[in-house]
């Protein structure tokens, strides 16, 4: 800001006064906070927020919960790598010369302005966002790969003479590329795959690499033969993988894999187990390619498509080329369910266009799927079904033996402009659910907040955009229930959502503009990848997750499963001659006590080692009041568990930032008065303090506690 033009505006308001006296001063948000508090007012209670903005009628600032989606998804896999990566830099040591996890947090905190992750920051600034980003993933890998060497190196195992295992990651295998598994294994060497389990519970999930080789088997860490899964990876996968990988790293994969290799991993809390994948020794009797079954809408058949190796079932036409149906054998849901593609169009209008921050639309166009067919591959531990919907959207679905959910991945792009029309793409799912115009969407992926299309609880709304004045920001996800099921949806990333007619919900995915919205960005929302000199739309390849749940059951799923969204495995290989690394490596590890797992209702949400080597630790319960019978309840953490590995000296409770101690700040908190009768006033529970003996932590429901631990 120039201060010279802004005391030269305010000075002709100061002389105003008329004795001539000015008190002037820079105020600050406690400053003000305390003169509000001064005036001895009562203030009424509001409990939930102010979304969705307008600054003016037909201009919705909701657009930005979707722009810059691959921003928005970089940033949301740094900050779950990055939780990952401090609790590794935790167990293995802080090392005060060597690597550490500063630059990452220092980039993810300034991805949090709000022109970073918001996407509305200029072009060559988001660029320089993303750069951020990388220099931090590079700096906190090396962490994490020499926390792992420390930690599956075991000294009463290995001699001296033994090399520091060198492990690497994969940070691009959202594009189907890794080259640390796509090595030829015909050699006698095995592929180490390290899993570590970032959760405070013991979790079970599938794993899914390329692999150059179909003749594969998967071994556990007690060397014991597991089930395996190839998958082909078909060409929408390759040309993804191929040309983003030119334009990150300037070269094409020196290898092109033939498959996914599919299995299920599990590990211990803040643990990690290693799995072995070799040659098989005898070629296998059947071939990878019979565990495809390809559907064609010109062949004889049946309409009515199955897919799903567990208890959850979909249902597709082969005929429309599209889903139908969803079938919980388990649980007996059985719901009509249809999803579709469709884009609105931006607004061009001089007055105001749709842009980086508005979104405008005019008109909306559906998508009907491609008149290729419906190819399903199937296998023992899932299921795909891809589809084409055109020349530019391509759909993987998923469903998984032992999971209740369906997973669909999608490729959006590049979104064509040579028509001269912006687009905004979105996926909608149609069901027959009486919702009664109501859904609900997270608040920063902690609380549920109602939300009722066309209402607002404050004043009287006037409907002026149906669509844009009715979306919201969707960080966990959002659902819709009647009086029998409850239809959720959980994202990968941060996006916009509504649910514009009874039974539905809708996602943005993408957005492509042409025109700048006039709030300050002065540019268009046209995000072009280049390689060779040549420049195409972006495109986005991302995943949301679906379930229908008996109503008042489908709380379990969001929270449990969100935390597995935000914090997914971490993936480290390395290659080992013939079965020697049992002999000389840890291959199962737990950080905590082996016996002990964290509550079903809470989440670690930051154990990170201080400068001073003291240890910051925030425990936070997962579920609200009411939200679940058996889990809205008190929950207690035993700390000696927790960290079964040190001895606990002394535990000082923090606020939330850590910046002060939990008795300091409650002695200066304001007590406000509020409007209405007391009765009308929830009450609060908290978990009481921490008995130093005992070193138990309680947490109430939507709680946040924050600790400082010294260690002897």
Known sequence: ???????????????????????????????????????????????????????????????????????????????????????????????????????????LALAQHHDAVSGTS??????????????????????????LASITRSSSKTDSGNKVTMFQQCLLLNISYCPSSEVDLSNGKNLVVVVYNPLGWKREDIIRIPVIDGNVIVKDHRGNEIESQLVPLLNASLAIRNYYSMAYLGKFPSVTPKYWLAFSASAPPLGLNTYFISSRKQKATAAPSKNQVVYSSKEKQKDVIEVGPGDLKLVFSAKQRKLIGYINSRTKVKETVRQSYSFYTGATDIKQASGAYIFLPNGTNSL???????????????????????????QITRVYKGKEHAEFEFIVGPIPISDGIGKEVVTKILTHMKTSKTFYTDSSGRDFLERIRNYRKDWNLDVNQPVAGNYYPINLGMYVKDDDKELSVLVDRSMGGASIKDGELELMLH?????????????????????????????????????????GEAAKWRRSFGQEIYSPFLLAFTQQEGDGWTNSHVSSFSGMDPSYVLPDNVAMITLQELDNGQVLLRLAHLYEVGEDKDLSVMASVQLKKVFAHKKINKVTEMSLSANQGRVEMEKKRLVWKVKGSPEEVPKVVRGGPVDPAAL???????????????FN
Not at 44 to 58: E, G, H, Q, S, W
Not at 134 to 146: F, N, P
Not at 535 to 550: A, F, M, N
């Open 696 to 710: 138990v932590v309680e947490l109430a429901p939507m709680e946040i506690r924050t600790f400082v631990i010294d």
């Open 368 to 394: 009907k799927p491609d008149h290729q067919a419906l190819t399903v591959l199937r296998g023992p531990i899932l299921d795909e079904v891809h589809q084409r919907i055109n020349s530019w959207i391509y």
């Open 122 to 147: 200029k072009q060559h600034v988001a660029n320089d966002y993303a750069k951020r980003l990388s220099i931090g993933y590079e700096e906190a890998a090396k962490v994490v790969e020499t926390s």
């Open 511 to 551: 957005r492509r503009l042409l025109h700048d919205d006039g709030r300050g960005v002065a540019e268009a929302l046209n995000e072009t990848v280049c390689v060779q000199n040549k420049c195409s739309g972006l495109t986005i390849v991302g995943k949301y997750y679906l379930r229908i749940d008996p109503l």
């Open 1 to 107: 800001m120039d201060f010279c033009n802004f005391f030269s505006a305010l000075l002709p308001l100061l002389v105003l006064e008329k004795d001539g006296r000015v008190n002037a001063l820079y105020s600050t948000p406690s400053i003000y906070t305390d003169a509000k508090y001064a005036t001895n007012e009562a203030w009424p209670l509001k409990t939930d927020d102010y979304f969705p903005y307008a600054d003016r009628i037909n201009a919705y600032w909701t657009g930005y919960f979707t722009s810059r989606p691959a921003l928005k998804g970089y940033v949301r896999t740094m900050s779950g790598y990055y939780l990952a990566a401090r609790q590794l830099e935790f167990l293995k040591g802080r090392s005060k010369a060597g690597p550490n996890t500063d630059y990452l947090a220092d980039a």
